[in-house]
């Protein structure tokens, strides 16, 4: 069993930055794909972005080349730094770990982009 917590949330203004953190309870961190989702109110969740064991990324397109993920697997963290925040991105951010069939979700951290 992995547990998952998300920190980092919080009020922004349109156009400013977060940087979320979601640290995993595992000693083999390193093997798991790591992703961000989102689920803003009355939507489904929906994909962010994703980091493979191997540090190779995936973004969906309504981020791209606003949002990065990045992992330090030394300190069990996955990473999402969001800039150029838009009223769109107001969200719950979920982080969720993946292992062949298993997967594990946190609890989520809001984010509200308004002015």
């Known amino acids: 069993q992995v547990q998952l917590v998300e920190s980092g949330g919080g009020v922004v203004q349109p156009g400013g930055s977060l940087r979320l953190s979601c640290v995993a309870s595992t000693i083999n961190f390193s093997i798991y794909a790591m992703g961000w989702y989102r689920q803003a109110p009355g939507k489904q969740r929906e994909l962010v972005a994703t980091?493979?064991?191997?540090?190779?990324?995936n973004y969906a397109d309504s981020v791209k080349g606003r949002f990065t993920i990045f992992r330090d697997n030394a300190k069990n963290t996955v990473y999402l730094q969001m800039n150029t925040l838009k009223p769109e991105d107001t969200a719950v951010y979920y982080c969720?770990?993946?292992?062949?069939?298993?997967?594990?979700w946190g609890k989520g951290t809001l984010v509200t982009v308004s002015s």
């Open positions: 969720k770990a993946q292992y062949i069939a298993m997967n594990y």
């Open positions: 980091i493979s064991s191997g540090s190779s990324t």
